[in-house]
């Protein structure tokens, strides 16, 4: 089992960018900017097929693109978003977070060409944005959580996310709850392979459709904010 540790994060969160100025309606460019050296995609490529998760970041993407991925994500909680909180009863996945609505700067970057290729470069699939399935999530609170589940293929083979914030509280290390636990196969019985430590502006490639994974509950004084990104297998 592998683990990617915090290491000396200790301010996670991305400066003034949460109470910067409103979004604009739409880009005034596009937003994709992932730009990864030759090196760090073999590291990537690798990775993925050894352990079925590949961690890139921080810094993943562009300070101006993640400012702006943040900016809407903060904006589309307040605008466009719904509760889940279910508990586990037969056929449903435990869980308690809050989702909302993609905006423009999402949709341009989930689609951006450079994020496809670097998604086709890191995974061998030729993909495209399952919009459907593709959301903002958050977790705001002690307790808050996702369970152990199997992203559904048809909606999401393969999903990219991108910690927008993550906090924690002063002079305290991250808990579990600001962690990603990935299994080696469809269940947590096949053991636990990764446990990846959300910080701002990193980014997962994950096979979750195929290998179980889950989110433990948060400590009291962590938040975390991200870009979920689900792809399909391309025509």
């Given amino acids: 089992m592998s683990n990617?540790?915090?290491?000396?994060?200790?301010?996670?969160?991305?400066?003034?960018?949460?109470?910067?100025?409103?979004?604009?309606?739409?880009?005034?460019?596009?937003?994709?900017?992932l730009r990864i050296d030759p090196q760090s995609l073999a590291r990537l490529r690798t990775e993925f097929r050894s352990r079925g998760a590949a961690v890139h970041g921080p810094p993943a993407i562009q300070a101006d693109i993640h400012a702006q991925l943040l900016?809407?994500?903060?904006?589309?909680?307040?605008?466009?978003?719904?509760?889940?909180?279910?508990?586990?009863?037969?056929?449903?996945?435990?869980?308690?977070?809050?989702?909302?609505?993609?905006?423009?700067?999402?949709?341009?970057?989930?689609?951006?060409?450079e994020v496809l290729e670097n998604l086709r470069q890191v995974t061998g699939y030729r993909l495209v944005p399952s919009w459907s399935a593709s959301c903002y999530t958050y977790y705001d609170g002690p307790g808050q959580h996702m369970g152990e589940h199997c992203d559904k293929e048809e909606a999401c083979r393969i999903a990219l996310l991108v910690y927008l914030q993550t906090i924690w509280a002063p002079d305290a290390q991250p808990s579990t709850g600001l962690q990603l636990h990935v299994f080696r196969s469809d269940n947590a019985a096949s053991g636990l392979v990764l446990r990846i430590t959300a910080l701002s502006n990193r980014i997962v490639f994950l096979n979750g459709a195929e290998q179980a994974h889950l989110r433990p509950a948060l400590a009291p004084g962590e938040h975390m904010t991200l870009l979920a990104g689900c792809y399909q297998l391309s025509p």
Avoid: M
């Avoid at 996670?12 to 979004?23: Q, S």
């Avoid at 009863?89 to 609505?101: D, F």
């Fill in 4 to 33: 990617i540790s915090p290491g000396a994060a200790t301010s996670p969160a991305i400066g003034d960018a949460a109470t910067g100025p409103a979004y604009p309606a739409y880009p005034a460019r596009p937003a994709g900017d």
């Fill in 71 to 113: 900016n809407e994500a903060l904006a589309q909680r307040e605008s466009a978003s719904w509760s889940l909180i279910a508990n586990g009863c037969p056929g449903e996945i435990s869980q308690h977070n809050l989702r909302a609505y993609l905006g423009p700067h999402a949709r341009n970057f989930l689609a951006a060409p």
